[in-house]
C-alpha cells in the first residue's frame, strides 16, 4: 500500500469543493488528464483511501467480506438507499465485496475508451447548444466517447448516460427477465431481445446510414413467453433530446406495424414487470423531457461498478442468493467518486415519479443503481445494474467473449435488480447468451442489426407470422 | 385432389413433430453438428384454452331453429288463385290485374286456409351456454440462418357439442323430412356442424383444413421467410393485415374472414387475429428507404367462412340451406389476389397508399337451383303419408297440364303446359324445396328476409323470374306486400309445412384503392390531451364492387364504394395511481356496406317477429307490420376502445365499445388477469342493444343483439 499522502478525508472535502465550485472528477488529478496520459492505475487520480472500503469503514468491512444486515451499519454512508433496505429489511440481502477495479480500460468497452481517450487528447469536447443538446467544440453532432470527461454539472451527466447508453455502436442483447412476487416465488419468465444502434454519438464518429438527425434505434422483440412472444417495439431517437421518441409496435393480435403514442414512460411493457420504459441505463427517456438536473453530492461508494463474469453460469447468469433467489448472488466494490444527481420528470405531466436519483461513477459516467421516488417522496424503485468485462470461468476459467472488434473482450452489462421496495416485488434481469431462440450478439453486423431490428419492415417480419 | 391430400398428411406430419419433437430432438442434440445447431435454433410454443360463453338474458339467436321469428305466434295462411289458374289464363290478362293473387280460394273440400305455429313443428332450443370451445395451438419456428427460417402454426379445436340444438333428423317424418342432394348438403341433414366449410361439390374451401362436426385443425401460419438486406419475403401459408385503422377494415384488403368460433365477438382487442383466413401467398417487402415501406403480396384467393347453420353464431336463416358455394365449381379457387402497399413515415408525419386486386372474400348470394326432387306430398320414413289436398290438387293439375313442345302445347304457357314430368322435378329446377324447417308463412319471410338485408317482394320476384320452373308451378310475379303475401302462403300452405331455400355463393374480382396519412400532434404543453395524440386517416375507394344484391339475383348489384376511416389514438394517464390508460377513437363511414360487407340498400326491413292483427280463423292472410327494405345512404360508426393496466400488469381492464349512429350499440368490458406462471384469464361481458332509437332495421347491431353474454377464457401457454 502506498504511504497516505493526505488525511482520511481529504477525498471527501474534496469532492465536496468539486460540488460546491462546479469541478470535475478527479481528486490527485483530473480524471481527464489521466485518461490523456493512458495511465492504467486510478490510483493517480484518487488517494487510496477512497479506493479501500477498509479505510471506509474504519476497518470493520474488507474485500472478501460479505455485507450483511449484521455488519451493514459500518458500511451504510458507503450504499444508496435502496440498497441498505434491502440488506436491513425483510428481504436480508447479502453482497461479497470484491477488490476494486483500477484499470480505467476495464470500466468500460474499448472501443469507447479509446475513442474517449481520443477525444481528451484531440480536444474534442462537448458543450450544450442553445437548446440543451449536446454537440462538440464545432457546434456540430457529437461523435466519440464521452462528451464530457469530467462533468460539471447535473446536465453534463444525465447527457453522459445518455447518448451512447450501452457505451457500444451496435448493440444485440438478450434479456432474461425473472419477475418475482413478495413471497420470493417466481411469477413471470421473459426473455426478449434488445438492440440499440445509434446513428449518431458513436465511438467510429460515422454517422449511420446518414441518420444525421436521430441518435439511435432501439428495439425490443419478445421471444418468450408465449403469451407475449412475437410483439416488437421500436423506438426511434431524435438527436433533439427535447423530442420524446417514436414509437412503433408489432403486436400479434394486430398482426401488422402500428405507429403507437409514446409520452407515456411510465407503464410496465408485459406483466409483473418492476421496470418502466423510463428507467434502463437511468436514460430511458431523452434527458431534456427532464428537468431540473442537479449534483446532489460526489462521495466513495460501493457498488457493481465493475461485474465479475467469471462467476457466471454457461448462460452467463450469475449465481442467486442460496437464502433469496430474488437476489443474485453478485460483488460490489468501491468506486472512489460517484456522482450522486437527480432530475424530475418535467415533461410527463402526472407522472407518478417525483423524482430519480442515480448513483453514477465518475470514472465512467454510467450509472449502478437508479432510484425512483413516488410522488410523496418515498422510495418506490431501485434500477441497479452492473456493467463488466465478459471474460473469466467457464469450464477451464479462460472464458472469453469478444466485443465487436474481435480482439477486446465485450464489455457490456450484465445483472439488473429492479426491485419495487413498496410491495416486495423484483424483475431479476441478466445478459443472456441465448434462451427461446435470440441469442446474443457482440459482433452482429450494424447493417444487419438494421435491417433486422431496426425497421418497419423488420418489426413485420420478427413479428408472429 | 390427390395433391391437396398430400399436402394435408404432410401437414398433419409436420403437426405430430411439433408436439413431438421436443422430446425426440433433445436428445439429439447431444450428439453435434448440423442437427443439433438446427434444434438449438428452433423453438415451440403452445397454449392450451378453453372459452365459455354463457347467454345472460333470454334471448337466442333468431336464426337458428328453435328461436326463428313467429316461433311461438300463430300465423293465418290462406291460399289465393294463382293468376295462371284464373286472372291471366294462357299467359294472357284476363282479368284486371289487380286480381291477380288477390282471388282466395275458398276452403270448400280442400285445405286452403289454417293457422301455423313453428313451434307445432320444430322444438323451442334453450341453450345455456352460447358457446364452448377447447383448443390447442402451437408454433414451431425453426431459424436454418439468420436470413432462413422456416414457422409453422397449428390451431385445433374442439367444440364439445354441449349446446345441443336441432337435430335436422328429428324431423325425418315430418314432410318428409330434410332431404339433401343436389350438392352437397353436410351441414343440413343432420345435427349442427360447427366447423366444415366446404364447396359445392364437398371438396373443403381451405385445402388444409382438416375438419368434422365438432372440431377443426388447420394452419393460419406455415412459411419459409428468407430475408436479406432490406428485403423479405415470405411464401406458404400465411395471413396479412395492412393499415392502421382496427377492427374497421380499410386497407386491410388482403384475406377474407372466418366467422366460424363465436362470429366477431371475441375479446375485441384481439381484431382479427383468430378470422383471417390463411391463405397460400408469396410477400415481398422492401424497406425501399429509412422511411419508406413497400409490401406487396400474390396470394391464393381464398374466401370469407360463414357459419354453418344452427351453430351457436349462425347468421344466416336456417331455413334455407347452407349457401352452395361455388368456390370450386366456379373456378375461383384457380384465382389470384395481389396487392402492393407503401407506408412512409416522416417524422410526425406519414403516408400510405394501397392498391389490390381480389376477388371480394364475402362473394356475392343469390338464388341457386336446388336439384332436390320432391312434390307436395310423399311418405314419411315411418311409413306414414304427408301432404294436404290442396298440394294434391296442384300436383294433380301439373300432371295434367301437356309437356311443353307437344302436339297439345307448341307454344308454352303456365296454364296448361309444363316442362317436367312432374312438379317434384319442376321444383328441383328451383331454389325452393318442399321441407320442414323451413318458412312457414308470409310473415316469417318477411322478417327472415329483413335479418339478412333482403328485400322480401323483389327476392321473390326474382327467383321467380330467374328459374322458369316456378312459373311452370304456377308461380308468378306480385306486386307489393300483400300479393306477395298471398303467394308465399298459397305455395306454404300447398306444401303442408314449410319451404326451404337453396341459394349459392360466387365471387368476383374488383380493384380497391387507398390512401392514408397520419400525424402525431405535438402541443407546448405536454400535459394537454392532445399532446402526442396520433391521427389516422384512411381511404378505400372501389369501383364496380358487387354486392349480394337485395333481391339475391344472379350477379349482385354493382356500386361504386367509398369507405372512409379516421383514428385516434392516446396514452392518457388520469392518476398517478396507476399506469397510462390507453385510448382509441375511430370513426367509419361507408357508401355501400355495412362494416360486415352487407349491402345497405338491404336495410330497413322487417326485424321482428310483430303481432298477428287480423283475426286468426278468416280467410285471409294476415299483413299488419309487414314492410320490405327501403335501404340507407351510409352508415356510419363510432368506436371507443381502450385498456387501462393495474400497477404490475396484473390486471387489464379493456374496453370496446362500437356505436352504430342509426340506433345500435354493441359494449364490452374485459378484465384480463396474469396471474403468472403462463396462465390468463379472461372475463368479459358482450352487451349488444340494436333498438336503442330509430327505426331498428337499420343499424348493424341489431342482426346479432340476442348475444349479450358473459364470458370467461382461461389459457395455459407452455
Known sequence: MRIRKYDFNYGRRKMMESVAYGLGAGVLMPYDKLLAKEIDDIGKAYPDELLSVEAQSKGKVKVGDYITKDNVEHVKHLLDPGVYEQITGPENRKIYIKAPTTNPRDLVSAAYYEATVQDVKSGHAGKFDANGNVVDENGKKWQGGLPFVNPKSGQEVWANMCLNIGRADNACYVIEQKDYGANGKQEYHYNFQWVELNSTARTDRKVFKGMENELRRQSVFFAASPDVRGTSFLSIWDYDMRKIPELYGYLPEFRRVRQFPSNQRFEPLVPGAVWFLSDPWAAGDPFLTWGNHKIVERKPMLGPWASDFSRHDD??????????????????????????????????????????????????????????????????????????????????????????????????????????????????????????????????????????????????????? | MRSAHAIRRAMVAGMITMAGSSAAWGDEGEVGGFFSDLFARTTFVGTVRSDTAVRTTGLQNFYDQGNMPYQHTAVPRQAYLPPSLGSALLGTQVLPAATNWNIPIPNIGLHTNDTVRRDTYIKSDDVKVNYQELRFSGEMNMAFTDNLRFNVQARAVFDPDISNQFDARSLINTQGGIPGGGADRYADTGRPNYFEARGRNGRNLNPTEFAGRKYMVDFPTALLEYKHDAFNLRLGIQQIAWGQAIFFQTFDVPNGLDFRRHLVLDRAIEEFSDKRVPALALRGAWQATDEMLIDSYISKFQPSIIPNPNTPFNVAPAQFYKPLDNYFTGGYNNKLNFGIRMKSDYGNWGYSA?????????????????????????????????????????????????????????????????????????LSHTPLTIAPAGVYSNKEWFTSAGLIRLDAVKMLNTVIQEYPALRDVYASEVSGIEEASNLLNTFFAASDGSIRGTIQRDYYRESVFGLGGSYVMETEDPGSFWNQFIINAEAQYTPNRRLTGTDLGHGGEKTNEYILTLVGEKWFRYTESFPAAYLAFEFQHRSATDLVGLNLNGYGGLMRSQPVEDPIGLQGNDYSHLKVAKGISSADYLAFAGFQPWPNRKY????????????????QPLVKWNPGHNVSVDFFYNYLNGHLYGNEGNNLIRVIDWADEFNIRIGYQF
Open chain 1, 315 to 465: 448462460n452467463w447468469e450469475p449465481p442467486r442468493q442460496k437464502d433469496n433467489p430474488k437476489f443474485f448472488d453478485i460483488p460490489y466494490e468501491m468506486s472512489p467518486e460517484v456522482i450522486v444527481t437527480s432530475c424530475e420528470p418535467i415533461g410527463y405531466p402526472r407522472s407518478p415519479v417525483s423524482k430519480r436519483v442515480a448513483y453514477v461513477d465518475a470514472r465512467n459516467s454510467m450509472a449502478a443503481s437508479n432510484i425512483r421516488y413516488d410522488r410523496q417522496g418515498k422510495l418506490w424503485s431501485n434500477f441497479e445494474m452492473a456493467h463488466g468485462q465478459f471474460k473469466g470461468g467457464g469450464k477451464d476459467g479462460k472464458r472469453l467473449i469478444l466485443s465487436a472488434d474481435g480482439k477486446n473482450p465485450a464489455w457490456s452489462w450484465t445483472y439488473v435488480h429492479i426491485y419495487d421496495f413498496q410491495n416486495r416485488r423484483m424483475s431479476l434481469c441478466n445478459h443472456s447468451k441465448g434462451a427461446a431462440g435470440v441469442e446474443a450478439r457482440f459482433q452482429a453486423d450494424p447493417e444487419w442489426l438494421f435491417n433486422t431490428y431496426c425497421t418497419a419492415q423488420a418489426l413485420q417480419a420478427l413479428g408472429r407470422a
Open chain 2, 354 to 426: 394501397m392498391a389490390a386486386s381480389r376477388y371480394n372474400p364475402l362473394g356475392v348470394f343469390s338464388w341457386s337451383e336446388s336439384g332436390i326432387n320432391r312434390g307436395l306430398h310423399g311418405t314419411n320414413a315411418d311409413g306414414s303419408t304427408w301432404g294436404n289436398s290442396l298440394g294434391t290438387l296442384v300436383q294433380t293439375a301439373y300432371a295434367a297440364k301437356a309437356p311443353v313442345g307437344g302436339t297439345l302445347c307448341p307454344v308454352y304457357n303456365p296454364t296448361t303446359c309444363r316442362m317436367y314430368d312432374s312438379l317434384g322435378e319442376a
Open chain 2, 652 to 667: 387489464v381492464f379493456e374496453w370496446a365499445v362500437l356505436w352504430d349512429v342509426r340506433g345500435g350499440v354493441l359494449a
